[in-house]
């Protein structure tokens, strides 16, 4: 079976589910929404909510795909910056515990947070501190990190350190990785369009987005910004929600159905999606069953509170994938 490495933002991720939304109201917190803090700001979030039960975990977009590639079975590794602080040592535990190979660079910075509010509809939105995550540099990249992995996922919200990611690839390419980005985010794919076009074309295999990502990316509605995207990369998948989502590659194309899912918080559907998919590309599994496993991860991971799956959800997938094989 092949492998695959992470990198991104490394955030604890601090989980809140709000009786209602006056919280947000109060401060100035647009639902749904993922407004960038500093220290002092997210701090005082999260006292004034501290009698509500807040959940810590290791979060992130990058690390929660490679959570659950951990736990399907797959070889996972990751790596990122974090701060030398208690959420440091939880985000490094975290990722042992689950089996991924940690590559965590240090930094006198804080540990970043992402603060996330979960609306009783299930909707988030965030309070995001990006602490020392971001201070990972194109330099502390070492071609040895690579070593033993097949695949090079990186997170989208990566963009904003470009040459970070340059280096990524050019490492992963002298590998012979095959390389997959997660776009992240539609308001990330906007402030770097043409960027993005030109880096996806000469340098990534596969690209996740959801609709609005691909519309940000091409402008064009789902099934037209498929055809445009896999026209620049192999693997092509835009999600459209309870729709299900569009996969293409050459000439193939198709939509995998969606699976039911008593929804309680969507974080990290697109990031276990991705699990889902990479897992069955590491198997040398037909795109069909790649995208099936795709969509019974990503439906799975929204039946629980934050980016992990449930006992139960990896019972439900364990016994899935079996009936694949």
């Given at each position: ?10 955030l604890?991720?601090?989980l809140?589910?709000?009786k ?9 917190l ?7 803090v ?11 909510i501290?009698?509500?039960?807040a ?15 951990a736990g399907?079975?797959?070889?996972s ?6 701060g030398n602080d208690?959420?440091g ?5 975290d ?6 190979i940690?590559?965590l ?11 996330s ?11 995001t501190?990006?602490g020392?995550?971001?201070e990972?540099s194109a ?21 904003f350190?470009k040459a ?7 490492i ?20 770097n ?36 995207i896999s026209s620049?990369?192999?693997i ?5 929600g ?8 050459g000439?193939?194309s ?6 039911v899912?008593?929804?309680i918080d ?9 699990s889902?998919f990479?897992n ?10 790649c995208a ?9 991971v929204?039946e ?22």
């Amino acid at each position: 079976m092949k492998s695959v490495l992470g990198i991104g933002n490394a955030l604890v991720d601090v989980l809140v589910q709000l009786k209602d939304d006056s919280f947000l109201e109060a401060n100035n917190l647009p639902k749904g929404s993922m407004q960038l803090v500093d220290k002092p700001a997210v701090d005082n979030l999260i006292k004034q909510i501290a009698h509500a039960g807040a959940k810590q975990t290791s979060g992130g977009s990058a690390a929660n795909t490679m959570h659950g590639l951990a736990g399907l079975g797959c070889k996972s590794g990751y790596i990122g910056k974090v701060g030398n602080d208690y959420r440091g040592n939880l985000f490094e535990s975290d990722l042992r515990q689950s089996k991924i190979i940690p590559t965590l660079l240090k930094s006198a910075t804080d540990t970043g947070v992402a603060l996330s509010l979960i609306s009783k509809d299930s909707e988030r939105t965030f309070a995001t501190f990006l602490g020392a995550a971001v201070e990972l540099s194109a330099e502390e990249l070492l071609p040895k990190y690579f070593d033993g992995y097949d695949y090079l996922h990186l997170e989208g919200y990566l963009i904003f350190n470009k040459a970070l990611v340059e280096k990524a690839l050019e490492i992963a390419k002298s590998k012979n990785m095959k390389v997959s980005l997660d776009l992240a985010s539609y308001n990330v794919v906007e402030a770097n369009r043409d960027y993005l076009l030109g880096l996806i074309e000469k340098s990534v295999d596969i690209v996740f987005a959801n609709e609005m990502e691909a519309k940000a990316l091409t402008g064009l509605e789902p099934e037209q910004a498929l055809e445009k995207i896999s026209s620049i990369c192999d693997i092509a998948i835009v999600k459209i929600g309870s729709q299900g989502s569009l996969i293409k590659s050459g000439e193939k194309s198709f939509k995998a159905e969606p699976i039911v899912a008593k929804a309680i918080d969507t974080t990290g559907a697109g990031d276990l999606y991705a699990s889902g998919f990479l897992n069955g590309l590491c198997c040398e599994w037909p795109l069909e069953k790649c995208a099936s496993l795709a969509s019974f991860t990503a439906g799975k991971v929204v039946e629980s509170i934050g980016a992990k799956i449930s006992f139960t959800g990896w019972d439900e997938l364990a016994h899935f994938m079996l009936s694949l094989r």
